[in-house]
């Protein structure tokens, strides 16, 4: 019997705080996937979607973008991706009456997790300006409703289209079309909050801001360095990647202000040491860094780099590679030579010793992969700290050979793949040439907003309409409150979703919310069976196809929506065919195919098994399409957050039993925590030191140069072996605490990794 919805919200009045785990996965992992999944799903639907679950036949994880192996397991899933399925396919539906009994403001007092449990969106729902409800509409009245509102704008930049990454590269292409159709570059996507600073180093260092390394480089590495990053929650099968390296003799260093389970010990439910054993030791050295340490820590490491090759002329820099490939060396060995060791051991909180021992590995070590995610990304710094990495790794020719490279790893099954589709306000004229000459129109040439400068222009008044596809924009998105007043101020809210989410209740003076159809089930047009495709974080591109039928009738697929919404917007104001894109969705990769480089023979090369890899020069053939047309190894000035006494410096975070926004249970058994998620982690002499005890109330209240409040209330305080000087507590509910002018240079992306707070005695 299918788990009905909670009519009562959840409280953290039951909150268990117990010691963290020393290992993931394992057993329980298992458990925790499939009972949900059975109580929710039913067995026989269990079944099915699980063993299609990342298939050659089957459906792509709605989750991370973590790559499938050339050989798939039975059980080609982890925990969480086990939970995304059970999220999207259960067949519980929001039933129509929910909309007379839930007004915004009943909606806005409830929780994400109560949000997302009520079940499945099936059908269109308009609120007006003059009601406080939702209502059931037509979805010819809601495009219309949506067309005239577009259409009665001064301009179409006073309109925004956000993008999760969950949508497929057909419906990407196809909304970024009609988007460019309408007349803005207004398409902020959730990659601006994360892998942003990513892309923007790397494009100007190596000239492509993605991973340079292919699937089965991690078994052939003699050294990953895993920075700011927790795979054993965000990207649970690269535990497996990181235990076949390790049986082939590599070695592991996890650089992290928190000892994360994952990253301690695996026990892998596949194999019968991690059953019966004790699994796998991960990590060899845990460099446990202060937040904000790692420039400090990569440019200590690349000073050792070059006090060894000074030392021994020639045996420890690659010379021919840098000679061949890279520019700006001297000027780097210069600046790196004045690195100032104390301040070094400032930013980072560690000891000479430890930055001495990752130094010795990284030059003992042929084949090196640094893998990095938010935990890198989402700094002040974030930009020049991905520059150092690159830097370390050109030092010894660590791009474009076996078992070598860099690898940021992306947090959204298809991210890189919208990016890729044009989903970005800042194209190149190169791809706005191309989509001018396959359609015959010519595209807004003038960039449009990110995701943060979005919310300011809400709050300006200049955008008065917003759109997403996909996501929860304002809770996924920094200081809330500010936020959220922003997203009201607006005209109307349009969401396409399968799933309630606190985005729902932050509308517009006009809203309405679009049911889509989910990655497992089947999608049938006027061509046939349709299928989706996706790009993981090693740029392979492959197919998704859905396993069952949709939760409910009237529901439309993503491609649909977007191609229905551009016939009602713009009629035949561009020549293009939607109605084509919504019959067979061969017509979208036909056009890709000649938009996006790579993408060649994109309808047939994507149904071969294995889908096919794009084009990657640094990876390839180490061909940089950089300005320089070289890698550029580049000076970065060093800057560390100062933390005046008394304050730490706090993280934001997620759960075990959480995926970006979307919470699947009030638990983190990883760290120890059950039935509850007000609560802060703080090392128990930093609670000493602040005159605090574990246990206690406190309020975490953010020291910013503004008059806006922003503070969480009441929480638990935890004593935690973090960092000493650092603090953690989860998103999206600590995102309040994170200022909107608080971005990382060069790259706009929130900072949520090192915000500077003060925790007190709560004054409740
Ligand atoms: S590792 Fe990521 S993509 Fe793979 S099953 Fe887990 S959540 Fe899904």
Not at 70 to 99: D, I, M, Q, Y
Not at 498 to 516: W, Y
């Amino acid at each position: 019997m299918t788990e009905k919805p909670p009519v009562h919200d959840v409280s953290d009045d039951h909150l268990e705080v117990g010691e963290p785990r020393e290992w993931a996965a394992g057993v329980p992992g298992v458990l925790h996937s499939m009972e949900p999944a059975i109580k929710q799903l039913g067995l026989a639907r269990t079944v099915k979607l699980m063993t299609s679950l990342n298939q050659k036949d089957g459906f792509d994880c709605m989750s991370c973008a973590w790559p499938d192996p050339a050989h798939r397991k039975v059980a080609e899933f982890c925990e969480n991706g086990a939970k995304a399925v059970t999220w999207e396919a259960t067949p519980v539906l929001v039933p129509s009456s929910f909309w007379a009994e839930h007004s915004i403001d009943d909606l806005l007092d409830k929780s994400e997790y109560w949000l997302g449990m009520q079940g499945r969106l099936s059908k269109p729902v308009y609120k007006p300006a003059d009601s406080e409800h939702y209502e059931e509409v037509s979805w010819e009245r809601a495009f219309e409703v949506i067309g005239e509102k577009l259409n009665s704008l001064a301009s179409p930049d006073d309109a925004s289209f956000y993008t999760s990454g969950r949508t497929s590269n057909e419906a990407a292409f196809a909304y970024q079309l009609f988007v460019r159709a309408f007349g803005t570059n207004n398409l902020p996507d959730c990659s601006n909050m994360c892998h942003e600073s990513t892309g923007t180093a790397m494009s100007e260092v190596v000239g492509i801001g993605k991973s340079t390394i292919a699937y089965d480089d991690f078994e052939k590495a003699d050294l990953i360095i895993v920075m700011g990053q927790n795979p054993g929650t965000n990207h649970p099968r690269m535990l497996t990647a990181l235990e076949d390296a390790k049986r082939n003799g590599a070695k592991i260093v996890a650089v992290n202000p928190l000892p994360e389970a994952g990253l301690r010990r695996y026990k892998n439910p596949q194999r019968v040491a991690g059953v019966l054993g004790r699994g796998t030791e991960m990590a060899d050295q845990f460099v446990q860094i202060r937040l904000g340490g790692d420039m400090a820590l990569l440019q200590a490491v690349s000073k050792r780099v070059l006090a060894a090759e000074a030392a021994a002329p020639g045996t420890v820099l690659d010379h021919d590679f840098i000679d061949e490939y890279c520019g700006g060396f001297d000027a780097f060995a210069e600046h790196i030579a004045a690195v100032d060791d104390d301040e070094v051991l400032l930013a980072t909180g560690l000891s000479l010793a430890e930055i001495d021992e990752l130094a010795d590995r990284y030059i003992h070590s042929e084949r090196v992969i640094i893998t990095w995610a938010m935990g890198i990304t989402q700094h002040r710094k974030a930009v020049d700290t991905i520059k150092e990495i690159l830097n370390l790794l050109l030092l010894r020719g660590n791009i474009g050979r076996p078992g070598a490279g860099a690898s940021p790893i992306r947090g959204h099954s298809n991210v890189q793949g919208d990016r890729t589709m044009g989903i970005w306000e800042q194209m190149s004229d190169t791809f706005l040439d191309a989509l001018r000459d396959e359609f015959h129109f010519e595209p807004p040439r003038k960039h449009g907003v990110d995701a943060l400068d979005g919310i300011k222009a809400m709050r300006d008044g200049d955008i008065k309409f917003w759109m997403g596809l996909g996501g929860n924009l304002v809770a996924a998105i920094s200081d809330t409150q500010l936020a959220e007043k922003a997203m009201r101020g607006t005209e109307m809210t349009v969401q396409v979703s399968t799933k309630l989410n606190r985005s729902h209740a932050v509308v517009g003076a006009e809203a309405l919310i679009l049911p889509t159809m989910g990655r497992t089930e089947i999608d049938i047009q006027k061509a046939g069976p349709q299928f989706v495709s996706v790009e993981d974080t090693v740029c392979s591109v492959h197919g998704s196809h859905g396993q069952v039928p949709p939760v409910a009738a009237d529901l439309l697929s993503e491609v649909a929506i977007v191609a229905r919404l551009a016939r009602a917007t713009l009629a035949d104001r561009v020549p293009v065919d939607w109605q084509s894109f919504e019959d067979d969705y061969d017509v979208i990769r036909d056009h890709i195919s000649r938009v996006v480089p790579g993408f060649e023979r994109y309808s047939e090369r994507v149904r071969s098994r294995d889908g096919f890899v794009l084009p990657n020069g640094p990876r390839d053939s180490r061909t940089f399409t950089t300005a320089s047309g070289r890698a550029e190894i580049t000076v970065n000035h060093l800057e560390h957050v100062e933390r005046p006494e008394g304050r730490l410096l706090l993280q934001t975070l997620r759960s075990h039993d959480q995926y970006n926004t979307t919470i699947y249970s009030l638990n983190d058994r990883y760290r120890g925590i059950k039935k509850g998620r007000e609560v802060v982690f703080v090392n128990p002499a930093d609670l000493a030191d602040l005159g605090l005890v574990d246990g206690q109330r406190v309020d975490v209240i953010t020291d910013w140069p503004d008059d806006v409040e922003r503070a969480l209330r009441g929480y638990r305080a935890v004593a935690y072996p973090t960092a000493r000087g650092c603090a953690a507590a989860y998103f999206p509910e600590a995102n309040v605490l994170v200022p909107l002018d608080s971005a990382a240079l060069g790259s706009n992306t929130p900072v949520s990794k090192a915000v500077l707070v003060s925790v007190v005695a709560s004054s409740d």
